[in-house]
């Protein structure tokens, strides 16, 4: 079943929504390449094809496919991600379920030893962003780019 373009029914939340989007990727600081990594890390936690496929794509353009195809386990291969990447991503991962984790403080100490408190929340922002995108894109079946 085709589903409704949830940004031409809904203009003006589209605006807001890219507009936050917008703040991330230009406004934040944080590393181009972190964003992506972390916009793919919750698609993947929310199923989300079209994000997956779109943060694939861009992440495919500055990092290894092998890397890329290993972000869902990025906990089992430490030697393919820094210190930094892992904190973010484990932070993604405790932001994203935070109805199972609560956002424990383990994981909020390990996200401030690498990230400053600005970034912190730049980050923190990131994921909720994304997390958005991913509550619109999933349930409208937003179309991917990939073919058989």
């Not at 409704?4 to 029914?9: A, G, T």
């Not at 890329?68 to 820094?82: A, G, I, K, R, Y």
């Amino acid at each position: 079943m085709t589903r409704m373009n949830w940004s031409e029914v809904a203009p003006e939340g589209a605006k807001a929504l890219f507009a936050v989007h917008q703040y991330v990727t230009k406004g934040t600081g944080l590393p181009e390449e972190l964003i992506h990594l972390i916009f793919l890390r919750v698609s993947q936690i929310n199923g989300c094809a079209h994000c997956i496929d779109m943060h694939s794509r861009d992440l495919r353009k500055t990092m290894s496919v092998d890397k890329v195809l290993l972000v869902p386990v990025w906990d089992e291969v430490p030697h393919l991600f820094s210190e930094q990447e892992r904190a973010a991503l484990a932070w993604a991962e405790e932001v994203t379920l935070v109805s199972e984790t609560h956002a424990s403080d383990e994981a909020y100490a390990a996200a401030s030893a690498f990230f400053s408190p600005k970034e912190l929340v730049d980050l923190t922002i990131t994921i909720a962003a994304m997390n958005a995108f991913n509550r619109l894109g999933s349930p409208f079946r937003l179309p991917v780019k990939a073919t058989v």
